[in-house]
């Protein structure tokens, strides 16, 4: 059976660090793109990172210089550092994955879990407050 478990979300104030993880089973991890996707309410899902089988790696412009995307094949983690959190980063996370890679679009969509990735977590939430 296909996992993928966020966890680390949490409250933090602006300004503040959180490292959300994502762990994964049932799929071959290391041959797989993967991506952070976030949701906040009334907005739609957008790409916030990803990162390829080969290892090369995306980031929306918003999060460059401050969200570092990475991965640990011998534990089957995925990581996403977050620093300098703004009140914008405020959303679900989800942590998506794919073992078959393939030109992926980077468009915002309406509700994760449905686009582009085969495997969908159920998403931990961070807030961000002043």
């Known amino acids: 059976e296909v996992q993928l478990v966020e966890s680390g979300g949490g409250s933090v104030q602006a300004g503040g660090s959180l490292i959300l993880s994502c762990t994964a089973s049932?799929?071959?991890?290391?041959?797989?793109?993967m991506a952070w996707y976030r949701q906040a309410a009334g907005v739609g899902c957008e790409l916030v990172a990803s990162?390829?089988?080969?290892?090369?790696?995306f980031y929306r412009d918003s999060v460059k210089g401050r969200f570092t995307i990475s991965q640990d094949n011998a534990k089957n983690k995925m990581y996403l550092q977050m620093n300098s959190l703004k009140l914008e980063d405020a959303a679900v996370y989800y942590c998506?994955?794919?073992?078959?890679?393939?030109?992926?679009?980077?468009?915002?969509?309406?509700?994760?879990?449905?686009?582009?990735?085969?495997?969908w977590g159920q998403g931990t939430q961070v807030t961000v407050s002043t």
């Open positions: 990162i390829g089988m080969d290892g090369s790696t």
């Open positions: 998506a994955a794919d073992p078959f890679s393939a030109p992926r679009s980077r468009a915002t969509f309406q509700n994760c879990g449905q686009h582009n990735y085969n495997y």
């Open positions: 049932g799929f071959a991890f290391e041959d797989s793109d």
